[in-house]
């Protein structure tokens, strides 16, 4: 073909197809690049029953009254937590999961929990706490718990775990399931509680933590393991 002769057909149509081609690629993949995130939705929960402890630990004004920026806070530290629904409220999970993170550093800061070279699983009552430690090591950082109600508490003491039920089911309340159970006085244990873990105030007698808390428990634990529980619930002073 010489210059100046037509371009054939099948070579013209091809050309137009790459082209066209090129052009939907270039299209499809811009808006990659160009678009916005979505604006975070304004945080509108109230204020909480535990207001004042959220702000002293976020570091906002202490006034007990919730502000637009308390509430994007608190949702701010419930996402970081794992807290379901992070919706900014201060209720009682989240306070719970606050005062685990604010031990972290040293939970037994006060010495209550027995420091021995074997592993002690510390349950502190007061605090509503659990964390596990080594000779001056934590080896399980503290997670929050729920311990016996009123009347049913959780009984203080040295213990030691002395059975294991993996998949157990409770035969005192109609079969409730109680996941990584580990026994440590009587029938109290240390076991998952399956759903909110805060529901009816209190457990009875047992140590109740997250299913997920309660597997890493289960997996760190063993037979003859000791269990020291001290101090009291709120809410079961009488």
């Not at 718990?145 to 039920?165: A, C, L, N, V």
């Not at 909110?196 to 003859?224: K, M, T």
Request: include cysteine; aromatic fraction near 6%; proline fraction near 8%.
């Amino acid at each position: 073909m010489t210059a100046g002769d037509p371009v054939p057909p099948v070579r013209a149509a091809i050309a137009h197809r790459a082209a066209a081609v090129l052009a939907a690629v270039l299209v499809i993949a811009a808006p990659a690049h160009a678009a916005a995130a979505a604006p975070e939705p304004a945080c509108t929960a109230g204020t909480g029953p535990y207001q004042r402890e959220l702000e002293a630990h976020l570091g906002r004004t202490v006034d007990g009254t919730q502000s637009a920026a308390d509430c994007a806070a608190v949702r701010t530290f419930q996402r970081a937590n794992g807290i379901t629904p992070a919706d900014g409220y201060p209720g009682l999970a989240t306070y719970r999961t606050m005062v685990a993170v604010a031990a972290r550093a040293e939970p037994n800061a006060a010495g209550d929990c027995p420091v021995r070279t074997g592993r002690v699983t510390c349950v502190d009552l007061d605090r509503q706490l659990l964390w596990v430690q080594r000779g001056g090591d934590v080896v399980f950082p503290p997670v929050p718990i729920r311990t016996g109600r009123d009347d049913q508490e959780t009984r203080p003491g040295r213990h030691e775990i002395y059975w294991r039920s993996k998949d157990h089911e409770s035969t005192l309340y109609d079969n409730a399931p109680m996941p990584y159970a580990q026994f440590f006085d009587g029938g109290q244990a240390l076991h998952g509680r399956p759903g909110d873990l805060y529901a009816h105030g209190g457990s009875a007698g047992c140590v109740n933590l997250s299913v997920p808390d309660a597997e890493r428990l289960w997996n760190l634990l063993d037979e003859g393991d000791a269990v020291y529980v001290w101090g009291t619930k709120p809410g079961t002073e009488d």
